[in-house]
């Protein structure tokens, strides 16, 4: 066999890791979709009236969850537990399907005629601005407006 074919080949290690590597950045979003999901289940809220700890049958009690959650209630938890902490309105307007909706066709911009929308917002929202769509659905509009008013008190 030639010797420089043998050292370009990845090692199985070397192969391990990259598909660790590509897991990691396909899973990505899972952290986000959790956080978003605990704000719209109220867990902050829950978790700072119970005065900053809850077990996680009480936060399933305080949630008016059905018990049969309180597996799923644990692991999303423990995500949340190691992927930090986040503003709850920005999590919510940034997490919004009106925002995420674009990257689902982000191939489909790029592809798309010279003449089409400019941005993948635009397309994914039939060629609408993002102002446009926030004025036009009054949910969006208003999480949107939290969201800024949280950031700029971060900020």
Known sequence: ??????????????????????WNHVFAYTKSMSLRCAVELGIPDAVHRRGGSITVLDLVAELSLPPSRTPYLRRLMRLLAHAG?????????????????????????FRAADD??????????????????????????????DAMACDGRFV
Do not use: C
């Not at 993948?120 to 949107?144: D, I, L």
């Open 116 to 145: 089409a929308a400019r941005v993948p917002f635009a397309t994914a929202h039939g060629g609408r601005e993002f102002y446009a769509v926030a004025k036009e659905n009054p949910e969006f509009g208003a999480a949107f407006n």
């Open 85 to 109: 902490q986040g503003l709850s309105p920005f999590a919510l307007a940034m997490l919004h399907p009106i925002v995420v909706s674009p990257s689902m066709s982000l191939a489909a911009w």
């Open 1 to 22: 066999m030639d010797a420089n074919r043998d050292s370009s080949l990845a090692t199985g290690d070397e192969l391990l890791q990259a598909q660790a590597e590509l």
